[in-house]
């Protein structure tokens, strides 16, 4: 019997094959190329941590005095990923959030980190996207990719929330891309061993138990409500596009990056 993650599965299927293998991973070839990658990429990890940190809101109680909130199955699954993605550990044994070592590593290899930081910054000052995505500058596709994150987050649908929590974020890299990093990492070992080290952590942590607890969250909120998979689907349909344009963003700075360099010529 197909049960509704199954069907869910099937019909995004085909756009998660496109992100696995998009085109833009054959363009990384060298440390330049991927300072660009993670300068759009890291857009996409910080606004992972703001819909991680949506979901522990609505599904514990985070609010003085306590109440139990939900099922105690629900409170557990989120607030264990909680820990692994806010508290993990660093090369070093450090306790740090993998947005926090993604921008280590992005210092580590000489990425670029003003505009994210601008971002941060001002949005933390007035609260308002709109000032934020103006002043730091950043990529449309970034602006796009997050505006539609929020607008799931803003849609109080808790159900959604997980939806694109697990099957539009947490095990979308290719073995390509991961190769790649491996033989980038022996020539250039004191450049991206952060980046690798995340890459890894990534791997072990979400696409393993991490996508576990977060198939049996969705399944939960979803439970046996048909319209809530509905829903859960085309919400999910959108977030793989959305991951697919970002992509493309990447894509055609590097194409950029090389007409330059053949101009200069």
Same mark, same amino acid.
């Given at each position: ?46 606004? !992972?941590? =703001?819909? *991680? %940190? +949506?979901?522990? $809101? ?9 109440? #139990? ?49 601008? !971002?941060? =910054?001002? *949005? %933390? +000052?007035?609260? $308002? ?9 950043? #990529? ?126």
């Amino acid at each position: 019997m197909t049960t509704p993650i199954d069907q869910l599965k099937n019909a995004i299927a085909p756009l998660r094959q496109q992100i696995i293998n998009h085109k833009v991973y054959a363009m990384i070839n060298d440390i330049e190329d991927l300072k660009i990658f993670m300068q759009y990429h890291v857009f996409a990890v910080w606004d !992972f941590m =703001s819909l *991680l %940190k +949506t979901l522990q $809101n609505n599904l514990t109680c985070t609010s003085v005095p306590w109440f #139990p909130v939900g099922s105690a199955e629900t409170r557990f699954l989120i607030n264990e990923i909680v820990v692994g993605e806010e508290a993990d550990i660093d090369l070093n044994g450090n306790r740090k959030s993998h947005f926090e070592l993604y921008l280590d590593a992005m210092q580590q290899c000489g990425a670029d980190t003003s505009q994210i930081e601008q !971002f941060i =910054s001002v *949005l %933390k +000052t007035k609260n $308002n996207f709109d000032s934020a995505f103006n002043e730091a500058n950043i #990529p449309q596709e970034a602006k796009d990719f997050i505006n539609f994150t929020f607008s799931i987050i803003n849609s109080k649908k808790d159900y959604l929330q997980s939806a694109i929590f697990t099957f539009g974020r947490e095990d979308l890299i290719p073995g390509m891309f991961v190769s790649l990093i491996n033989d980038m990492h022996k020539n250039f070992p004191d450049d991206i061993s952060i980046f690798k080290y995340y890459l890894d952590r990534h791997i072990e942590v979400d696409g393993e138990q991490h996508s576990h607890l977060a198939l049996k969250m969705t399944a939960n909120l979803c439970n046996e409500n048909e319209q809530y998979w509905k829903e859960a689907q085309e919400a999910t349909v959108q977030s793989l596009q959305k991951r697919i344009t970002l992509w493309d963003g990447v894509y055609n700075a590097l194409q950029e990056k090389r007409k330059i360099a053949q101009n200069n010529l």
